[in-house]
């Protein structure tokens, strides 16, 4: 499985982690596209990320919504028509592969086995996560390709339904995967809008403040902003613990 590549991508954040792995990674896929999404009174490091990308063959794209749309199904349908591949991997930038046999699963079960998705579910909600869910171009449309916040369910709630729905076969990567595999962080771009605005970083600090550490640990590559800003941040969290 060679899949296209859909990320989202908050012009307000950067993540160097994710931009590191991926140019060790960038083989394994066909496209990547990444949808530039506004973010309104906050720091724009679209340039940056273009520039340090640049060698990376990145397809990157700037999506604007109006009459209330959802900001991440905007940005993910616009992402999907600039794809031509027979698969899609959705993914988020803090979703890190660690281990080569992860990659095992979805060439089995997409290439051999005739799944037509395989992801990884929320554990209270049980959706399909956008963090990581590989899937079928012809499943994608047969939905209605809605990746919205719904009354009945977070983003990308209502696209996995729909998936089941119309027949798809979704495979669960989590039951033929192994811990360490993959690393998942969650709420890394709200922490890095709350350090952008100066606010206090709530949700997982401790683990947040490790992840910095690693960012910063080479400055090669780091927007000079970016990185001043995070590393104060770092540095009054470590004076209060």
Request: aromatic share 14%.
């Amino acid at each position: 499985m060679r899949p296209d590549v859909v990320v989202v991508w908050p012009v307000s954040c950067d993540y160097p982690i994710w931009r590191r792995w991926l140019a060790t990674e960038r083989d394994r896929f066909d496209n990547v596209i990444a949808a530039f999404s506004p973010a309104a009174g906050l720091p724009d490091y679209r340039a940056h990320v273009r520039q340090v990308l640049s060698e990376e063959n990145i397809t990157f794209i700037d999506t604007r919504w109006d009459d209330g749309r959802d900001w991440r199904d905007a940005a993910v349908n616009a992402a999907i028509d600039e794809s031509y591949a027979s698969w899609i991997w959705f993914t988020e930038q803090d979703f890190i592969v660690q281990d080569p046999r992860f990659w095992c699963v979805p060439d089995a079960f997409g290439e051999c086995l005739r799944a037509s998705a395989i992801g990884t579910r929320q554990g209270e909600t049980g959706r399909w996560h956008p963090c990581s869910l590989f899937v079928r171009r012809e499943a994608i449309d047969r939905t209605s390709r809605d990746f919205s916040v719904t009354e009945d369910g977070d983003h990308f709630a209502r696209f996995g339904r729909e998936l089941e729905e119309t027949g798809a076969r979704v495979v669960d990567i989590d039951y033929w995967s192994e811990p360490g595999w993959y690393r998942h962080m969650q709420g890394l771009s709200h922490n890095h809008s709350l350090v952008e605005r100066g606010e206090p970083v709530t949700f997982k600090p401790d683990e947040f403040a490790g992840y910095l550490r690693e960012c910063l640990s080479d400055t090669s590559d780091l927007c000079v902003e970016w990185g001043r800003t995070h590393a104060e941040w770092l540095r009054g969290y470590d004076a209060t613990v």
